[in-house]
């Protein structure tokens, strides 16, 4: 089953009870309110319909490619105010629309789901068994926007029925919200309400989908043994594999694969998005996020290190993940250099890059070449990589460092498209720190994960000073340099660790109140 991404309007959550549907779902309802509500409520379909509904709130484009743009591995270009950007320079505020925006997108989801929740026992005839499942999937949603907004804000509003429309709403303790989401995700595990796999119905939520988010909402708060004992039962399941094929991962070809345990799935050749938005001029895109040296220089080397050509024996991950300047791009080859005659040249025009990378990453030019504007690549938000480097990052800061961390970090470096040597033994913890986290940088670059990493981490001021981007041969100098646009970006560890509450919903309700230091 295909979900279509579409856009909906702010939503404050006080006014989250106005309504279950927007006409922007596309499903041909009754208009909503509470006289619908009475009649909506009767058949399987009604509950299938209310639960598609949720998963068009799940994470796209703006969390999963350009969430990246905002740490220290990656630049998210200027574009007006209320932007990304703003978080990556560390100017955003309360009134950041983009910041706002995926508020309301979360709270959205749970009202959908609350509202699933309160009424689908309502539906007398039916499949039981397929309503328990809906039931499954709604709290398995509701529990990934409880983790990202707590992720995200910390301590927030834990709402778990519709909203009256004069219902104010405080903050919950974010360890509270925590506890409920891995309360609620073992409810569904042990309930197995939840299938292994779909063989119609792809892209909805599975059992492994469950564990597997269960992992990380432990792991984003040191919570090491729930999470080591989470991600060992996905992999426990036997049903997930790494894609042999790093770089078509990404692609149409990898979709659906044995890696992915949970996406966003987009239509084919619908309503979807841009192919080349976040990709080079040259093929008709725009470099609104882009790597920045500071990844480069995360990237180890299958062979010597050569000085002359430091992009010789790298990582192939490198080159799966970024244009650079002498790559094949389409039937031409990119070129950013401030004197290259391309429409990649760096800053030559607002579509250009910024410093010089670009994303290929996500990238699928043969396939959507000839129109860009439909591109449906879906978006990964959890796969099997992650599981195993959640796993092995677990059991080395509980320090229980043995065979299987070994293991699970070389297979993640060992698939065969990238073939990187294998760590050798006899690593201590420190050091094994050092690896994991270089080893997450490069293998999940630009799949929304490094924000949280960085904040789990406590290592935001890693991105504060002037942004250098690509990496050259400065022909008059005859010495190697980085491309730097002068933008120097800040980082207050007293705030910015957390997002802002979103200034419009302070207005609307009395007893939110704002993080510290806003």
Not at 123 to 132: A, F, K, N, P, R
Not at 289 to 301: A, D, M, R, S
Not at 349 to 358: A, D, K, R
Not at 457 to 478: F, H, M, Q
Request: glycine fraction near 8%.
């Amino acid at each position: 089953m295909k979900f279509i991404n579409k856009t909906i309007k702010y939503i404050g959550l006080s006014y989250l009870a106005l309504g279950m549907f927007s006409c922007d779902q596309g499903l041909d309802l009754v208009p909503p309110g509470q006289v619908s509500e009475l009649i909506y409520w009767q058949q399987e379909k009604d509950a299938n319909l209310a639960v598609n509904g949720i998963y068009a709130e799940l994470d796209g484009q703006l969390m999963v490619k350009e969430l990246d743009g905002a740490t220290d591995i990656g630049f998210r270009a200027p574009s007006g105010p209320g932007s990304l950007h703003d978080v990556t320079m560390g100017s955003f505020d309360p009134v950041n629309a983009a910041i706002g925006s995926q508020w309301d997108r979360y709270y959205r989801g749970i009202q959908r789901a609350n509202n699933v929740l309160a009424n689908i026992d309502r539906i007398e005839q039916g499949d039981q068994e397929l309503l328990s499942r809906y039931k499954a999937e709604a709290r398995f949603l509701r529990a990934f926007f409880y983790t990202q907004l707590s992720s995200l804000w910390g301590d927030v509003p834990l709402i778990l029925e519709p909203l009256e429309i004069t219902d104010q709403i405080g903050r919950t303790a974010k360890s509270e919200v925590v506890d409920f989401v891995i309360a609620e995700l073992d409810q569904i595990i042990q309930g197995s309400q939840l299938p292994l796999s779909y063989t119609q119905e792809v892209g909805r939520a599975t059992l492994g989908a469950a564990i597997a988010l269960k992992a990380r909402v432990a792991y984003r708060n040191e919570r090491y043994a729930v999470a080591r004992d989470a991600s060992k039962a996905v992999m426990d399941l036997g049903i997930y594999e790494l894609y042999p094929d790093y770089g078509k991962l990404f692609n149409y070809a990898g979709q659906n694969s044995s890696e992915v345990i949970f996406d966003r799935q987009y239509a084919v050749g619908g309503d979807t998005y841009n192919a080349f938005s976040f990709s080079a001029a040259s093929i008709g895109g725009g470099s609104v996020v882009e790597p920045i040296h500071n990844l480069f220089l995360k990237y180890g080397y299958k062979g010597p290190k050569n000085p002359n050509n430091p992009f010789e024996n790298i990582d192939p991950r490198w080159n799966f993940t970024t244009y650079y300047t002498g790559q094949p791009i389409g039937t031409s080859t990119f070129n950013s250099l401030p004197d290259s005659p391309t429409a990649d040249r760096v800053r030559s025009s607002e579509f250009s890059t910024v410093n010089g990378y670009n994303l290929k990453k996500w990238v699928d030019f043969e396939a959507d070449g000839t129109n860009p504007n439909t591109g449906s690549i879906n978006m990964i938000l959890i796969r099997y990589a992650d599981v195993l480097l959640m796993y092995a990052e677990s059991k080395i800061e509980l320090n229980e460092i043995d065979d299987s961390v070994y293991e699970a970090i070389n297979r993640v470096r060992q698939r065969p498209t990238v073939d990187m040597p294998p760590i050798e033994t006899g690593k201590t913890q420190e050091e094994f720190r050092a690896i994991i986290r270089d080893e997450r940088a490069v293998e999940l670059a630009f799949e929304g994960l490094r924000l949280y990493d960085m904040n789990r981490w406590k290592i935001g001021e890693d991105k504060i000073g002037t942004v250098e981007g690509l990496y050259y041969l400065n022909e008059a100098s005859g010495e190697w340099e980085t491309i730097t646009s002068g933008l120097t970006r800040t980082f207050r560890p007293e705030r910015d660790y957390l997002w802002p509450i979103p200034q419009a919903e302070i207005d609307i309700n009395d007893n939110m109140t704002q993080n510290p230091n806003y």
